[in-house]
């Protein structure tokens, strides 16, 4: 089992950076592909970007190829996505989620989520 804590949220200018967290507990995180979501109000969850339990393979929305980063650190038990050129259409909830299997973008797909890291981005 894995618990899932995001942080570093917060208003960032259109055009900034920022960089979100995901903190997991549990022993095997590294056997757990892991994956950012984002929802705005009344929208749905939408893929961002995801992560290989070795963290040797990413993937991304093709939205944010190129601007976002993911990364891990298994040692720490964590996850990080580097957002880079930030638009204000890019405000949302953002969620980390864990999958126990291969790399899946479907948000039914993943078996634990986080509470979510609210990102504004806006002048």
């Known amino acids: 089992q894995v618990q899932l804590v995001e942080s570093g949220g917060g208003l960032v200018q259109p055009g900034g950076s920022l960089r979100i967290s995901c903190t997991a507990s549990?022993?095997?995180?590294?056997?757990?592909?892991i994956s950012w979501f984002r929802q705005a109000p009344g929208k749905e969850r939408d893929f961002v970007a995801l992560?290989?339990?070795?963290?040797?393979?990413?993937f991304y929305a093709a939205s944010v190829k190129g601007r976002f980063t993911i990364s891990r650190e298994n040692a720490k038990n964590m996850v990080y996505l580097q957002m880079n050129s930030l638009h204000p259409e890019e405000t949302a909830t953002y969620y980390c989620a864990a999958r126990a299997s291969v790399r899946s973008t479907r948000p039914r797909d993943y078996d634990y989520w986080g509470q979510g890291t609210q990102v504004t981005v806006s002048s």
């Open positions: 549990g022993r095997t995180f590294s056997t757990y592909t």
């Open positions: 992560i290989s339990g070795s963290g040797l393979n990413t």
